[in-house]
T-cell receptor, first 114, second 112 residues
Framework: GAGVSQSPSNKVTEKGKDVELRCDPI?????LYWYRQSLGQGLEFLIY????????KSGLPSDRFSAERTGGSVSTLTIQRTQQEDSAVYLC????????????FGPGTRLLVL | QQQVKQSPQSLIVQKGGISIINCAYE??????FPWYQQFPGKGPALLIA?????SEKKEGRFTISFNKSAKQFSLHIMDSQPGDSATYFC???????????FGAGTILRVKS
């Protein structure tokens, strides 16, 4: 069966540009999560969705970051006016439901802001 | 604030040896402790997980030891193999919580 997929796999952009990162969760998974992995760092929680709602956005670093989920499936993470410190691997995960269900991760999008 | 501290940052083990990675947490509300394995260019994958009602969990060559009073848990990889070379992350979350709090990761290299 298909796992979590993310696109693009790599993105190079110029400082100040907007970028959109896409996540396709495992079919039937109601919960979806975004994490950020900076070089040499652990994974940092950004936001999670239950269905199309985002009960916890506490990890979004600034108002330049936003995310949405439509149809209880695909999610898009948008970074506006990118900065060099936004360079990282953005990982998406999904789980069947909430409450400590196993989270299955995608391969990530490697973002480089020049 | 780093809620889960992981050590060492990197580890080199001979083939057949035991790899040990340690984590300590601060939030006593945490009650689920997974370990993830990540290969280069891939997303993390769940390796093994434990809840605080047991002190040890073993799956094949992988064992989690848990010390609730010390707020520490560790991953032991027995008979380490070159194919185990990867980055390992400990994590934690609380009951009815959803976001995993990760340690900084340990880069394991198993020499053949």
């Amino acid at each position: 069966g298909a796992g979590v997929s993310q696109s693009p796999s790599n993105k190079v952009t110029e400082k100040g540009k907007d970028v959109e990162l896409r996540c396709d969760p495992i079919s039937g998974h109601t919960a979806l999560y975004w994490y950020r992995q900076s070089l040499g760092q652990g994974l940092e929680f950004l936001i999670y969705f239950q269905g199309n709602s985002a009960p916890d956005k506490s990890g979004l670093p600034s108002d330049r970051f936003s995310a949405e989920r439509t149809g209880g499936s695909v999610s898009t993470l948008t970074i506006q006016r990118t900065q060099q410190e936004d360079s990282a691997v953005y990982l998406c995960a999904s789980s069947l439901g909430l409450n400590q269900e196993t989270q299955y991760f995608g391969p990530g999008t490697r973002l480089l802001v020049l | 604030q780093q809620q889960v501290k992981q050590s060492p940052q990197s580890l080199i083990v001979q083939k057949g040896g035991i790899s040990i990675i340690n984590c300590a947490y601060e939030n006593t509300a945490f009650d689920y402790f997974p370990w993830y394995q990540q290969f280069p260019g891939k997303g993390p994958a769940l390796l093994i997980a434990i809840r605080p009602d047991v002190s040890e969990k073993k799956e094949g060559r992988f064992t989690i030891s848990f010390n609730k009073s010390a707020k520490q848990f560790s991953l032991h990889i027995m008979d380490s193999q070159p194919g185990d070379s990867a980055t390992y992350f400990c994590a934690a979350n609380r009951e009815y919580g959803n976001k995993l709090v990760f340690g900084a990761g340990t880069i394991l290299r198993v020499k053949s």
